[in-house]
């Protein structure tokens, strides 16, 4: 079983809808949660992170977790064109005394016109 | 303010040559660094991270190796290269107090 899964999509909306990305991670122990965007050749940027169950809001973006269900989710609320890119799901785990973040393999989110 | 640095942005490189690609962070002391790389359409794998100066873990064998020389100085070599390392190579480090981590621009390795 992968660590972090995500369904690669492509998902299509159409402009201003609301598009819903899901992923699901195999360790109990994960406290952080991360999603990055990352458009055609460039490199992943963050915008959101969540660590507690529930919603995390910021601006047109909400996180959702479910640490019960091992599931993080992201809305993106009134799709526009330029968030056409792929969103990739991090999950936290720790090793020893550090950690480091697993990455699934993303989503691509196509919003049209 | 604190900036990651990563050069060159592309190479094509021969099967069998060399490979050293640098990494620095500026505005910050003592980060956690790694490097991930991301094969075509694929999602980023984590190659090797560092704690610290001389401190290198690996993540999966490989034709790669990964060294710290500097505080915030992070290296990716590799003796020979092979197709498979063709890729896209990314050096991140830590951000802060949070667990995120903030990516450079990237390497993107043709291997032909």
């Known amino acids: 079983q992968k660590e972090v899964e995500q369904n690669s999509g492509p998902l299509s909306v159409p402009e201003g809808a609301i598009a819903s990305l899901n992923c699901t991670y195999s360790?109990?122990?994960?406290?952080?949660f991360f999603w990055y965007r990352q458009y055609s050749g460039k490199s992943p940027e963050l915008i959101m992170s969540?660590?507690?169950?529930g919603d995390k809001e910021d601006g047109r973006f909400t996180a959702q977790l479910n640490k019960a269900s091992q599931y993080v989710s992201l809305l993106i609320r009134d799709s526009q064109p330029s968030d056409s890119a792929t969103y990739l799901c991090?999950?936290?785990?720790?090793?020893?005394?550090?950690?480091?973040?697993?990455f699934g393999q993303g989503t691509t989110l196509q919003v049209k016109p | 303010s604190q900036t990651i640095h990563q050069w060159p942005a592309t190479l094509v490189q021969p099967v069998g040559s060399p490979l050293s690609l640098e990494c620095t962070v500026e505005?910050?002391?003592?980060?956690?660094l790694y490097w991930y790389r991301q094969a075509a359409g694929r999602g980023l794998q984590l190659l090797f991270y560092?704690?610290?100066?001389?401190?290198i873990s690996s993540e999966v064998p490989q034709n790669l190796s990964a060294s710290r020389p500097q505080d915030r100085q992070f290296i990716l070599s590799s003796k020979k290269l092979l197709l498979s390392d063709s890729g896209f190579y990314l050096c991140?480090?830590?951000?802060?107090?949070?667990?995120?981590?903030?990516f450079g621009s990237g390497t993107r390795l043709t291997v032909v």
């Open positions: 991140a480090w830590r951000t802060g107090n949070s667990y995120g981590y903030t």
């Open positions: 360790d109990r122990v994960s406290q952080s």
């Open positions: 969540i660590y507690s169950n």
């Open positions: 991090a999950v936290n785990l720790f090793s020893g005394n550090t950690g480091k973040l697993i």
């Open positions: 505005g910050t002391s003592n980060p956690n």
């Open positions: 560092s704690v610290g100066i001389g401190q």
